[in-house]
């Protein structure tokens, strides 16, 4: 075995995490190497720098530095294992302080699978995946000229569901809809469920309600002619600027993204301890 090691260095400043997780793989006999430091995203992918084969991936830092990987590890079917050296940690499945706990568990094979799907979208002849959400929202152009609202229709398998005029919306995962979904008053989409959920933000009428829908389905949303500049997000990055008339299509990745957890692992105990307390 293999191991990949992605380090946030904002987050282990000084190495101290990494030196040590080096230190514990080398005395248990692992293999492993350090995928190169780089601002990763959607469009920046890891694969662009990084070709060495690996059979699993620890990302030491926060779910932002996980996001990041997305489309790396989707794409070449690699697990990962995260260790919280951020904030909420809400994707990482250990702390800092249980590393060796965590690297004993690899050795031995005592690590279970937590399979979560992602969003694939085609924007102008791309593909872009996200794991959290794929967020429309109204995008300042200090150029732009007319109305600064974003106006957005939505289809799902070609039928109109809605017409909204706002601040956006955002289309998140069961994965995602902890996050900027759950802040815009989204429901919470239990991991292991086969659906989506689209999401207004700060819509202009009170009959916008967010909508959960079978992640088979898909989902078109189109920038209309009344409304503004609207920039496409995916986990948090900008990927693409969008005029009028320009639709997106979003479906169900073929391929999920694979978590390693472990075998006592609760998203029910996670979801009260890191949405009420932050860091467990």
């Given at each position: 075995?293999?191991?990949?090691?992605?380090?946030?260095?904002?987050?282990?400043?000084?190495?101290?995490?990494?030196?040590?997780?080096?230190?514990?793989?080398?005395?248990?006999?692992?293999?492993?190497?350090?995928?190169?430091?780089?601002?990763?995203?959607?469009?920046?992918?890891?694969?662009?720098?990084?070709?060495?084969?690996?059979?699993?991936?620890?990302?030491?830092?926060?779910?932002?530095?996980?996001?990041?990987?997305?489309?790396?590890?989707?794409?070449?079917?690699?697990?990962?294992?995260?260790?919280?050296?951020g904030k909420?940690?809400?994707?990482?499945?250990?702390?800092?302080?249980?590393?060796?706990?965590?690297?004993?568990?690899?050795?031995?094979?005592?690590?279970?699978?937590?399979?979560?799907?992602?969003?694939?979208?085609?924007?102008?002849?791309?593909?872009?995946?996200?794991?959290?959400?794929?967020?429309?929202?109204?995008?300042?152009?200090?150029?732009?000229?007319?109305?600064?609202?974003?106006?957005?229709?939505?289809?799902?398998?070609?039928?109109?569901?809605?017409?909204?005029?706002?601040?956006?919306?955002?289309?998140?995962?069961?994965?995602?809809?902890?996050?900027?979904?759950?802040?815009?008053?989204?429901?919470?989409?239990?991991?292991?469920?086969?659906?989506?959920?689209?999401t207004p933000?700060?819509?202009?009428?009170?009959?916008?309600?967010?909508?959960?829908?079978?992640?088979?389905?898909?989902?078109?949303?189109?920038?209309?002619?009344?409304?503004?500049?609207?920039?496409?997000?995916?986990?948090?990055?900008?990927?693409?600027?969008?005029?009028?008339?320009?639709?997106?299509?979003?479906?169900?990745?073929?391929?999920?993204?694979?978590?390693?957890?472990?075998?006592?692992?609760?998203f029910y105990?996670?979801?009260?301890?890191?949405?009420?307390?932050?860091?467990?």
């Amino acid at each position: 075995m293999k191991i990949g090691i992605y380090t946030n260095k904002s987050k282990d400043v000084g190495g101290i995490w990494s030196a040590k997780l080096h230190s514990l793989l080398s005395r248990n006999g692992i293999d492993y190497v350090d995928i190169p430091d780089g601002n990763y995203s959607a469009l920046h992918p890891v694969g662009d720098i990084f070709t060495q084969k690996v059979d699993l991936i620890i990302v030491l830092g926060g779910d932002g530095t996980i996001l990041g990987l997305t489309t790396y590890v989707a794409k070449n079917a690699i697990p990962v294992i995260g260790i919280n050296a951020g904030k909420l940690g809400f994707l990482t499945e250990f702390e800092t302080f249980e590393m060796e706990t965590a690297v004993s568990l690899i050795k031995e094979n005592k690590l279970k699978t937590d399979k979560r799907i992602l969003l694939m979208l085609e924007v102008n002849n791309e593909t872009v995946y996200a794991l959290n959400d794929c967020v429309f929202q109204r995008f300042y152009d200090e150029n732009a000229t007319g109305s600064l609202i974003a106006s957005l229709s939505v289809t799902l398998n070609g039928i109109l569901v809605d017409q909204i005029t706002g601040d956006g919306v955002i289309v998140s995962t069961p994965t995602g809809s902890t996050a900027y979904s759950l802040s815009s008053g989204g429901p919470i989409l239990v991991p292991g469920i086969e659906s989506f959920c689209i999401t207004p933000i700060s819509a202009h009428s009170l009959h916008h309600r967010p909508i959960v829908y079978d992640s088979k389905s898909e989902c078109d949303i189109r920038v209309e002619e009344s409304g503004g500049s609207v920039g496409l997000f995916c986990d948090g990055k900008l990927v693409k600027k969008l005029a009028k008339h320009d639709s997106v299509k979003i479906r169900k990745a073929p391929q999920p993204i694979i978590f390693l957890r472990k075998k006592d692992s609760n998203f029910y105990k996670r979801l009260l301890m890191k949405l009420n307390s932050g860091r467990g």
